[in-house]
């Protein structure tokens, strides 16, 4: 159902082996393969001097020039590994126009999805405490991401770490969103309009979550607020969540920080044994029947996996904080 609101998209399409060689700096590009197409512009493989690259050509000279800016912001910041790295960036002319370009750094990895696939959906809000921190950082310097879904994110590694793949919607503070997609927009839930304030960021960090469990996406129906109160509910993963999700996505979260912080505590109190939700540790019921030494047997096991549970929790929770910390570091 997914739909994607932008501006028209007038980007040339390049072939494999066409070759781009930059009117000022004079560096060459030779594509291999279309990645994706945005509302600013079409982003490339392509081979440079310095190994593959991402390169991304547009049309319009004042949104290119916007996202290069957000791009050597996060260049310019100790430790900063919000978005790609930025390489490069000149004009070229095709068919007698001229086409403003970028190169960036081009980030391998895997999709969100894949990662929690092989990892376990329990990464989804670990990657969230990840992306909270990244966007407190993004409202500080004055944008707002926009268009923030999964589609934009890639997990690369070692360690494990969130990053983004496209700047395009990324908007100054106080403007009206350029680019989005419904189901991570809160207009579209009727739960706020789209004016680039860090609060619709928030709003989309809720809905990727949401988005992680269900691993699909759904209708507003009648009642956007009631669906998503609806969907937050019948979840059992996201039973731990709810007060967070439904604050979030009512715009009560003032910055990515609180927000980030709210979500670390949760995560902790839920890492330990004691502090276990019911609803996920249900007991088994006894058989009717069982001879002495069965007994005694079950109860042995039943305390083995009662401390092998505990030790996978703390464990978890250790992971999730070395996670994080390094990912503050790097």
Do not use: C
Request: hydrophobic share 35%; no cysteine.
């Amino acid at each position: 159902m997914e739909k994607k609101h932008s501006l028209k998209n007038e980007a040339p399409d390049l072939s494999k082996g066409t070759k781009l060689l930059g009117k000022w700096n004079k560096n060459p590009y030779y594509i291999r393969r279309t990645l994706g197409r945005g509302a600013t512009g079409a982003v490339y493989l392509a081979d440079s001097r310095e190994g593959q690259v991402a390169l991304k050509v547009g049309h319009n000279s004042m949104s290119i020039t916007s996202e290069v800016n957000v791009l050597k912001h996060f260049a310019k910041v100790q430790g900063q590994v919000l978005g790609p790295s930025l390489i490069d960036a000149d004009d070229i002319t095709i068919a007698g126009r001229r086409y403003p370009f970028y190169v960036m750094e081009f980030l391998k990895g895997e999709t969100v999805f894949k990662h929690l696939d092989r990892h376990g959906k329990e990464w989804g809000p670990v990657l969230i405490v990840q992306l909270l921190g990244d966007l407190d950082r993004l409202h500080r310097a004055g944008w707002v991401f926009g268009d923030l879904k999964p589609d934009n994110l890639i997990v690369v590694s070692p360690p494990y770490r969130i990053r983004w793949l496209d700047v395009g919607g990324t908007t100054l503070q106080g403007r009206a969103i350029k680019e989005y997609t419904e189901f991570f927009d809160r207009g579209y839930w009727g739960l706020g309009d789209r004016k680039a304030e860090p609060s619709y960021d928030l709003f989309a960090a809720a809905m990727i979550l949401m988005n992680m469990i269900y691993k699909r996406q759904f209708d507003k129906g009648r009642d956007g607020q009631q669906t998503l109160t609806t969907h937050i509910d019948r979840a059992p993963e996201l039973w731990p969540y709810r007060k967070w999700l439904k604050k979030a996505l009512t715009g009560q979260f003032s910055d990515a920080q609180k927000m980030k912080q709210s979500l670390m505590n949760i995560i902790s109190k839920e890492a330990k044994p004691v502090k276990r939700n019911p609803s996920f540790h249900q007991q088994q019921q006894k058989p009717q029947t069982l001879k002495k030494r069965g007994r005694k047997r079950g109860k042995t096991q039943k305390s083995t996996f009662g401390m092998l549970d505990g030790v996978l929790v703390i464990a978890f929770l250790l992971l999730a904080s070395a996670l994080y910390w390094v990912g503050q570091l790097i």
